[in-house]
């Protein structure tokens, strides 16, 4: 496992898809930290939670751009014929997820980390010129739950890239289900007084991972259900890679 984790990691610094979503990261934790900050009144400035709030609130987007990661870390493979000089490095096709998913869990990992280097920065900066107190136990508490969440979400996208196959398939499919069908499908299932179904579906679990506080579903349930939605997914992409011919 060793080698071809290696092997992944050397592909994702290579890919310029990668830097570009290095940047975005990059300017979402500084919209975030601004947004937060510069919208905050003076007494809410003081209050601890807001640097928890700060983080928390950078962790969905670091979600969804980790999902698209872990996307393409599959689908780059099928789209340029890769695939097979890849598959006779690694000629067991489980492996092969296993080894996407570690390395799409990865890449959430450092989408997170980066932003938050920037958050810190600029809201030590921001806050000390404010003299308003720093609070690091609440905002590494809101690290760890959002740094869970992100490597949750690279290996769901990089699940669902080995399932699909096709990058344009599995990048649309994936954004219109998070922003239009299952937002439907939550006033569908509202509607028949089915509320609590829509809170384990995969974006609302993904939310409920990220920030489960004023929701109605614990946090650990959440978790699981997203966790669920992951297995689901790698072992579609398991049978999918298994049965695809490559030649």
């Given at each position: 496992?060793?080698?071809?984790?290696?092997?992944?990691?050397?592909?994702?610094?290579?890919?310029?898809?990668?830097?570009?979503?290095?940047?975005?990261?990059?300017?979402?934790?500084?919209?975030?930290?601004?947004?937060?900050?510069?919208?905050?009144?003076?007494?809410?400035?003081l209050d601890p939670e807001l640097q928890l709030r700060i983080v928390?609130?950078?962790?969905?987007?670091?979600?969804?751009?980790?999902?698209?990661?872990?996307?393409?870390?599959?689908?780059?493979?099928?789209?340029?014929?890769?695939?097979?000089?890849?598959?006779?490095?690694?000629?067991?096709?489980?492996?092969?997820?296993?080894?996407?998913?570690l390395t799409g869990g990865f890449a959430g990992a450092a989408l997170?980390?980066?932003?938050?280097?920037?958050?810190?920065?600029?809201?030590?900066?921001?806050?000390?010129?404010?003299?308003?107190?720093?609070?690091?136990?609440?905002?590494?508490?809101?690290?760890?739950?959002?740094?869970?969440?992100?490597?949750?979400?690279?290996?769901?996208?990089?699940?669902?890239?080995?399932?699909?196959?096709?990058?344009?398939?599995?990048?649309?499919g994936t954004l219109v289900w998070m922003f239009v069908l299952e937002?439907?499908?939550?006033?569908?299932?509202?509607?028949?007084?089915?509320?609590?179904?829509?809170?384990?579906?995969?974006?609302?679990?993904?939310?409920?991972?990220?920030?489960?506080?004023?929701?109605?579903?614990?946090?650990?349930?959440?978790?699981?259900?997203?966790?669920?939605?992951?297995?689901?997914?790698?072992?579609?992409?398991?049978?999918?890679?298994?049965?695809?011919?490559?030649?």
């Amino acid at each position: 496992m060793t080698r071809p984790f290696a092997a992944e990691l050397l592909k994702l610094r290579t890919l310029r898809s990668t830097w570009g979503f290095g940047f975005v990261a990059l300017a979402f934790g500084a919209l975030v930290t601004a947004g937060n900050i510069g919208g905050a009144t003076e007494s809410d400035r003081l209050d601890p939670e807001l640097q928890l709030r700060i983080v928390l609130d950078a962790a969905f987007p670091a979600s969804i751009l980790a999902i698209l990661i872990g996307v393409i870390l599959v689908t780059n493979e099928f789209r340029h014929g890769t695939i097979a000089r890849t598959l006779l490095a690694t000629p067991r096709r489980g492996r092969f997820v296993a080894v996407k998913l570690l390395t799409g869990g990865f890449a959430g990992a450092a989408l997170i980390v980066l932003m938050f280097v920037v958050i810190a920065v600029t809201a030590v900066v921001w806050l000390g010129i404010l003299d308003v107190p720093l609070a690091p136990g609440e905002a590494a508490d809101g690290l760890g739950r959002a740094l869970f969440a992100v490597v949750l979400a690279g290996t769901f996208g990089a699940a669902i890239g080995a399932a699909v196959h096709s990058q344009v398939g599995a990048l649309v499919g994936t954004l219109v289900w998070m922003f239009v069908l299952e937002p439907l499908c939550w006033v569908l299932l509202g509607l028949l007084d089915l509320d609590r179904i829509a809170d384990y579906l995969p974006a609302a679990s993904l939310g409920g991972l990220v920030d489960s506080e004023g929701g109605d579903v614990p946090w650990l349930a959440s978790a699981g259900a997203f966790l669920g939605w992951i297995t689901v997914a790698t072992v579609l992409g398991v049978l999918r890679t298994r049965r695809r011919d490559i030649t």
